[in-house]
């Protein structure tokens, strides 16, 4: 019996360069993943828009965080990453 071969699978191409995947591939992978771990938490300045004191917050905060001077309420927990109150700015701070 002679079955006949299957056509040889075309490879498909790579979109990107493996050692240098661009910043929004990068981005999309879990923080383990990536080519240089790193994590999707941050701290942030957040401005509190009653007295305009900043106020510094990690991004996934398991708490309610108050303003120090105006006693007003700057983010809620959710299940990640927390909510900032409507009204407040924020800042991702710098790592030095």
Avoid: W
């Amino acid at each position: 019996f002679f079955f006949p071969l299957d056509p040889p699978l075309e490879t498909m191409p790579i979109e990107h360069d493996l050692r240098h995947p661009p910043a929004h591939y990068e981005q999309k992978l879990h923080k383990l993943k990536r080519l240089v771990q790193k994590p999707n938490s941050f701290f942030m300045d957040v401005k509190c828009p009653g007295c305009f004191q900043i106020t510094t917050v990690f991004s996934h905060a398991h708490t309610v965080v108050y303003c120090a001077s105006c006693n007003s309420i700057l983010c809620q927990p959710t299940g990640g990453r927390a909510s900032l109150t409507h009204g407040c700015k924020f800042r991702k701070k710098g790592q030095f």
